[in-house]
C-alpha cells in the first residue's frame, strides 16, 4: 500500500530561524514527489515538484531535497516569517497507466512566532 | 494570477439527499480532479478526469459518487444519497498536464451532512 509518513507532526519556532521538515515514503511506481503549503481554510499550494533525477529543487526561501534510493525528502525553509506558519504537505504521485495518483502525507503543522 | 474556484464555500444537507458540489478550472488545463479533506484527517485522492472521462479514481469513489463536465467550463462532483461520513472539505483541483506538472487547488467546499 502507498504511504507519505511525515515528520514532525507540528513545529514551533522563531521569527527568522529555519527548520527542516521530513518526508518518508513508500509509493511504487514512483513519479515524482511535491511539496504544498496549506493555510488554514484554504486549498493546497503547491511549492515544488521533483522527480526521480532531481536532488534538490528551490523556490525562494524553500528548498526541498529528495533521495530516491532511500525515499525520503525534506523541506528545508529559511529565515522564517509569520506567514510561513501553515501545514506542509508532502504528496507523493505514482503513475498508473495514463494517470497519476497522488498519496498525501499528513503534514507538518508549523507555527512560527515572535 | 488565474485560479481555481470552487462554490458554494459550505454547504449543509440532510442525510440521504443529493449534493452537487461545482468548480470552476483554470481555463487552459485539461486535468481535473477531486480530493476530500475529512476534519483533521489527510488529503485523500477520489478522481481524476480527462478528455470528458475518468481516468482514474479510488476506492472512496464509489457507486454514490459521480463526475460531469457540462460544459466548457465547469466540473461537478455529485453525491446522489449522501451519509453521515460524507462530511468533509472536498477540494477541486485542475492542471495543464498530468506528468510533472502542479495541481492547483480550489480552495475547497466544506459538506455537512445533518
Known amino acids: 500500500k502507498n504511504q507519505v509518513e511525515q515528520s514532525p507532526q507540528s513545529l514551533i519556532i522563531l521569527e527568522g530561524k529555519n527548520c527542516t521538515l521530513q518526508?518518508?515514503?513508500?509509493?511504487?511506481?514512483?513519479?515524482?514527489l511535491r511539496w504544498y503549503k496549506q493555510d488554514t481554510g484554504r486549498g493546497p499550494v503547491s511549492l515544488t515538484i521533483m522527480t526521480f533525477s532531481e536532488n534538490t529543487k528551490s523556490n525562494g526561501r524553500y528548498t526541498a531535497t529528495l533521495d530516491a534510493d532511500t525515499k525520503q525528502s525534506s523541506l528545508h525553509i529559511t529565515a522564517s516569517q509569520l506567514s510561513d506558519s501553515a501545514s506542509y504537505i508532502c504528496v507523493v504521485s505514482a503513475m498508473t497507466g495514463t494517470a497519476s495518483k497522488l498519496t498525501f502525507g499528513t503534514g507538518t503543522r508549523l507555527q512560527v512566532t515572535l | 494570477e488565474p485560479e481555481v474556484t470552487q462554490t458554494p464555500s459550505h454547504q449543509v444537507t440532510q442525510m440521504g439527499q443529493e449534493v452537487i458540489l461545482r468548480c470552476v478550472p483554470i481555463?487552459?488545463?485539461?486535468?481535473f480532479y477531486w480530493y476530500r479533506q475529512i476534519l483533521g484527517q489527510k488529503v485523500e485522492f477520489l478522481v481524476s478526469f480527462y478528455n470528458n472521462e475518468i481516468s482514474e479514481k479510488s476506492e472512496i469513489f464509489d457507486d454514490q459518487f459521480s463526475v460531469e463536465r457540462p460544459d466548457g467550463s465547469n466540473f461537478t462532483l455529485k453525491i446522489r444519497s449522501t451519509k453521515l461520513e460524507d462530511s468533509a472539505m472536498y477540494f477541486c483541483?485542475?492542471?495543464?498536464?498530468?506528468?510533472?506538472?502542479?495541481?492547483?487547488f480550489g480552495d475547497g467546499t466544506r459538506l455537512s451532512i445533518l
Open positions: 483541483a485542475s492542471s495543464e498536464a498530468n506528468l510533472d506538472q502542479p495541481q492547483h
Open positions: 481555463s487552459n488545463h485539461l486535468y
Open positions: 518526508c518518508n515514503y513508500t509509493v511504487s511506481p514512483f513519479s515524482n
